[in-house]
């Protein structure tokens, strides 16, 4: 799995709960090499996130409510120190919440309750938005997540992750 990973860029589906990842001792194992972010609970670090969330007309019904309570769930685990902004698209992209503070979760979890579905799935410009807000942001770590239920109708999003990786921003990708 790791050259799989590492050398040809494929990915890799986890699933997970209460006892697995830093909560299930899967610190310095294998699989944490697998992942883009670390499993360790240590030191307290800045974290600068953007939430990239389809919304085309393929996500109506149990695939939206599944892809604004992982939202919401991923904005209830940020500490008060970290930022997070949001985002979605259809045909465009929209900014539901620019990269902000936690200060102000209670007016971004009220912005993404909001989130209504639209047409298309074009996700290049909310990659690039999500980039743009986060590569000159001072955090010590920036990540992207990306909750979709298929594949983009467009094609320029992958040179844009791309770019991401090389100015040390992670990115992964959840399917709904």
């Known amino acids: 799995l790791e050259t799989y990973v590492e050398k040809y ?16 001792s899967m610190t310095d194992t294998a699989f944490e090499d697998l992942l883009p972010v670390t499993l360790e609970l240590g030191e307290e670090q800045v974290v600068a ?14 695939n939206h409510r599944m892809a604004i309570q992982g939202t919401m769930q991923c904005i209830e685990a940020l500490e008060e120190k970290d930022y997070v ?62 909750l979709s239920d298929g ?4 094609s320029g999003y992958i040179r844009v992750v791309k770019q991401m990786a090389a100015n040390g921003i992670t990115v992964s990708a959840i399917a709904v």
């Open 9 to 24: 860029g494929g990915g890799v589906l986890t699933t997970g709960g209460s006892n697995t990842y830093a909560y299930g």
């Open 49 to 62: 996130m953007m939430l990239v969330v389809d919304t085309s007309s393929s996500m109506q019904g149990l």
């Open 85 to 146: 902004g949001v985002l979605t698209f259809d045909r465009t992209a929209h900014v539901i919440y620019d990269l902000a503070s936690m200060e102000l979760k209670d007016d971004i979890l009220e912005a993404v309750e909001a989130i209504e579905l639209g047409r298309g799935t074009y996700m290049t410009d909310a990659t690039r938005e999500a980039y743009n807000q986060l590569k000159d942001f001072e955090a010590d770590k920036k990540h992207v997540i990306i």
């Open 151 to 154: 594949e983009p109708q467009d």
